[in-house]
């Protein structure tokens, strides 16, 4: 980055992708001066609706966004640019953070930067760790992947080929009748689990697929297995599964740093699986704090630093947003190697 015009900068960023309205302002150096954020949370048992989340994330944007720049003690006309997340995910939530984000840069006349969602967590996520070229395991609701940055782009080295392992939990702790996002609650259900029931683990290549581990899971529930333990065999399984891929990733890299982002790397279990097979491969496994590793404002704001201070902008009215999109097809001179 062009040195003191970046530190001094500032950008508000807008994350609006699926259950989680955020917004945040972060400076060219880094420094998060605030990041506030709220959840939608369907009823339990049911998963998310976008038109439902979309009203959400309007009800609630004016307020969180006044508290962002409050917080950090900016106006909106001091801020650099304008930040949002511009997708992957649901078009009827995208569309509120995007039509914010728009008026504003519109208004105010500041630079309109589009980000991908998922490379937000990654980038946060060196940021937060100060890692610098990690093999990283992205998890979350929308994604998992095993991915590494190289010549300009995230990389990815494996996925899933079907559910995420976020759709897993939500949609097992669906089923159970439990509150979505499930992850938490099938998280402390697990450490009531005692016994390891037979699950399909499936690798292929380096990909994944947990469509058969959640049919799996859903007939223990239905022929009455204790919960604890369904939930406890879930974890066990899939996590093996991303170890052994992040394994791999690693031994192929010879990287000597492992990073965990995403909603599902709070996950405890799952954080002292990788500390094992960081330890094996002799890398050092770089763990995002709890608080910044599912969706939030933080993300968007620090990746429309890194984008903005290297010539990105669009013009609002050319701005939209993309349901699907690809991490690796987007294109970051950032990642130099
Ligand atoms: P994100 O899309 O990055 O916000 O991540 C959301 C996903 O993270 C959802 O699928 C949640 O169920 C999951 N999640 C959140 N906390 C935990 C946890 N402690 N254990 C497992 N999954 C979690
Ligand atoms: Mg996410």
């Excluded at 259950?19 to 949370?41: C, E, M, P, Q």
């Excluded at 649901?90 to 509120?96: E, F, I, S, T, W």
């Excluded at 590793?293 to 890194?306: N, P, R, V, Y």
């Amino acid at each position: 980055m062009d040195g003191d015009r970046s530190t001094m900068m500032a950008c508000l960023g807008i994350e609006s992708t699926a259950h989680t309205f955020g917004a945040s302002v972060v400076t060219g150096d880094g420094k998060i001066l605030s990041d506030v954020r709220s959840t939608y949370r369907p009823p339990p048992g049911s998963g998310i609706h976008p038109r439902e989340a979309s009203r959400h994330h309007a009800a609630k944007a004016p307020e969180l966004v006044a508290s962002a720049l409050s917080s950090a003690s900016l106006r909106v006309d001091e801020v650099d640019c304008v930040a949002y997340s511009a997708g992957p995910g649901l078009g009827p939530a995208l569309r509120v953070g995007a039509v914010v984000a728009r008026a504003l840069a519109a208004y105010y006349s500041k630079p309109l930067v589009p980000v991908h969602h998922a490379i937000g967590h990654l980038e946060l996520g060196r940021l937060l760790t100060g890692a610098s070229r990690p093999v990283s395991l992205l998890v979350s609701g929308g994604h998992t992947m095993v991915l590494l940055p190289r010549r300009s782009r995230w990389r990815v080295f494996g996925e899933t080929l079907d559910v995420t392992v976020g759709q897993l939990l939500d949609q097992l702790g669906r089923y159970m009748g439990l509150p979505s996002p499930a992850g938490p609650e099938i998280e402390s259900l697990a450490g009531g689990g005692s016994r390891l029931l037979d699950l399909p683990y499936v690798i292929r290549g380096n990909d994944l697929s947990f469509s058969g581990m959640l049919t799996a899971a859903k007939r223990y529930i239905a022929s009455g297995a204790r919960r604890e333990d369904v939930a406890f065999s879930v974890q066990e399984t899939a996590f093996a599964m991303l170890c052994e891929v992040s394994e791999r990733a690693l031994a192929f890299s010879g990287s000597g740093e492992l990073m965990v982002v995403g909603g599902v790397a709070a996950n405890s279990r799952l954080r002292a699986m990788l500390e094992s097979v960081a330890r094996r491969q002799g890398a050092r496994l770089e763990l995002v704090p709890p608080r910044y590793s599912g969706d939030c404002g933080a993300q968007i704001a620090w990746t429309g630093i890194l984008h903005y201070s290297h010539g990105l902008s669009v013009d609002p009215r050319a701005s939209r947003v993309i349901q699907r999109w690809r991490l690796d097809e987007v294109t970051l001179p950032w990642i130099d190697r």
